[in-house]
């Protein structure tokens, strides 16, 4: 399975919210999808799930234009939008049994489907519960129950990780990675370090134009020699763009810049999150 995005370009009046993205997205690592809130991830989302057609540019699930043919799409597409649909007066099982009979999943490999994600998203226990009584991450992990039934072969998920605990984020993330070996697999965030050790493809948006498209480590590659770290000086000033980090000596500031900002600055290995700042940016090319 691939999908093919041709120079899609969406606006919304005046406002561009994709300008030309062209990206060829394909199995085998989580795809994720990066940028700054505005930067068009969900414009982007919405183009994918057929939920809009783009003001032009193709989109091509193998070959088929899933904008002439949304069904296409549909089909195979399991997705779970930012706000999480939930109905309060059902329990976890019961809502998933009736989004599957609306499927039309034959309720014998529904019921078993519904078992194995119950266990998958540490929800076993409470499949009778109802879902006005969930937390938010309880019911965040349920949206994602409900579109990885019926088994979609594409997979997409919009900010997945809000409102879940770092120990439901990293189950989460290892589910996902798990499913992305031989599914299409695309999440779109702006926390990268939840997409860091698991994606294999990355694609940063800013302002609606496509910045970077492709592997981490080619990204941290570019960001190489660009990132540093020096002690805070007594009475100093910390630039804005600077970020604080704490280390084992004590408070640093970690800058992104070509050259080496100060004598004192040492170079450092960059990390995913400072390799896409840097991008976004516009302080490497990548
Ligand atoms: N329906 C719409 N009508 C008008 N403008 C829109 C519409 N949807 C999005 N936009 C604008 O398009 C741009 C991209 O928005 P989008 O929601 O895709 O960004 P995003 O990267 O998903 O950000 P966030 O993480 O905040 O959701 C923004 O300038 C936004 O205001």
């Given amino acids: 399975m691939e999908i093919e995005l041709q120079t899609v370009t969406k606006r919304y009046g005046r406002t561009a919210a994709l300008q030309g993205v062209s990206a060829t997205l394909r199995p085998g690592g989580i795809i994720g999808l990066v940028g700054p809130n ?14 809009e057609r783009p003001t032009s540019g193709q989109i091509l699930l193998d070959g088929t234009d899933i904008v002439a043919k949304p069904l296409a799409m549909r089909r195979v597409l399991g997705y779970l939008p930012q706000q999480v649909p939930y109905e309060p007066a059902l329990d976890a099982r019961g809502y998933l049994r009736y989004l599957a009979a609306l499927r039309n999943l034959p309720s014998k490999a529904a019921t078993a489907q519904i078992d194995s994600l119950l266990v998958a998203l ?10 006005a009584d969930f937390s938010g991450g309880m019911r965040q992990r349920v949206g994602i129950a409900a579109a990885l039934l019926g088994d979609p072969q594409v997979i997409v998920v919009d900010e ?13 993330r290892n589910l996902l990675s798990e499913l992305a070996q031989t599914r299409l697999v695309i999440v779109s965030t702006h926390i990268v370090s939840d997409i860091e050790a698991v994606a294999g493809q990355l694609l940063l948006l800013r302002h609606g134009q496509l910045v970077f498209n492709g592997t981490p480590g080619a990204l941290l590659t570019a960001t190489a020699g660009h990132v540093w770290e020096m002690p805070i000086e007594p009475g100093g000033t910390v630039a804005p763009d600077a970020a604080l980090i704490q280390t084992a000596d004590g408070l640093r500031v970690r800058v992104i810049a070509a050259q080496q900002p100060a004598a004192v600055a040492e170079a450092v290995a960059p990390r995913l999150e400072d390799a896409c700042l840097a991008v976004m940016e516009g302080k490497v090319d990548a």
Avoid: F, N, W, Y
């Avoid at 540490?122 to 879902?131: N, Y």
């Avoid at 997945?160 to 989460?172: A, K, M, Y």
């Fill in 38 to 51: 505005g930067a068009g991830k969900s414009t982007l989302i919405r183009q994918l799930t057929t939920l």
């Fill in 122 to 131: 540490h929800l076993g226990d409470v499949g009778r519960k109802k879902l």
């Fill in 160 to 172: 997945p990780t809000t409102g879940l605990d770092p120990v439901e984020r990293v189950g989460l």
